[in-house]
Every structure is written in C-alpha cells, then in structure tokens.
C-alpha cells in the first residue's frame, strides 16, 4: 500500500514527535471519602438501646400525629354526651324533611 519511501519517512516523522507523558494523579472526591465512611458506620450493628429509643421516637411522632388529626373537642378534653336519645330528637323533627318544599 505504501512504497518504502513512504513508509520510512512516516517513521521518521512519527518518532520526532514528543514521548507522551504518563504522570496521572488520582485522586478521589472527600464527598465519597465521607459516603465510605457513613456506609461503615451502617454496617456496624447498633446498640439495642438505640433501636429501642428510635422505636419509643417514632411511636411518640405517631401518637402526635393522631392527635393532631383528632377534632378540638377531643383536643381540649371538653365534654361530651354519655348518650344520645334518638326518641326525643325524632319526635322533635316530626315530619318535617330536609328535602321539603316549605323550606323555599
């Protein structure tokens, strides 16, 4: 393909240019330095004591939630009725319905 004239003057030309230099440097970010060490510490088992306190935290934080969901009669521990009497509020209502026209 190539005569060898051709074949020796682009050796020539290949071997003038510079030797390439090698001197590479790694070095890793301090962010995966401290993933590393936070997945260390993961794996070390934890203390019973400590799963014990996060479980009392969590059920502490969902009893709280539940209680801020609750009405404000229950919040403010108001009272309320032992019983309702049914009779006496049907009998109040008569036959008055919710859907009757009287109330236009």
């Keep these: ?27 890793l970010p ?32 969902a009893a709280q939630e539940k209680w801020k969901r609750e009405n404000q009669v229950i919040q403010r521990a108001l009272p309320r009725p032992g019983g309702i009497n049914t009779s006496i509020l049907r009998s109040n209502l008569g036959d008055f319905q919710l859907t009757s026209p009287r109330l236009w």
């Design 1 to 27: 393909l190539l005569n060898g004239g051709a074949k020796i003057s682009l050796k020539e030309s290949l071997t003038s240019l510079p030797k390439p230099l090698n001197d590479f440097e790694i070095a």
């Design 30 to 61: 301090e962010e995966e330095e401290e993933a590393e060490q936070d997945e260390k510490k993961r794996s070390l088992v934890e203390d019973q004591q400590d799963v014990d306190e996060m479980t009392v935290e969590e059920r502490r934080r």
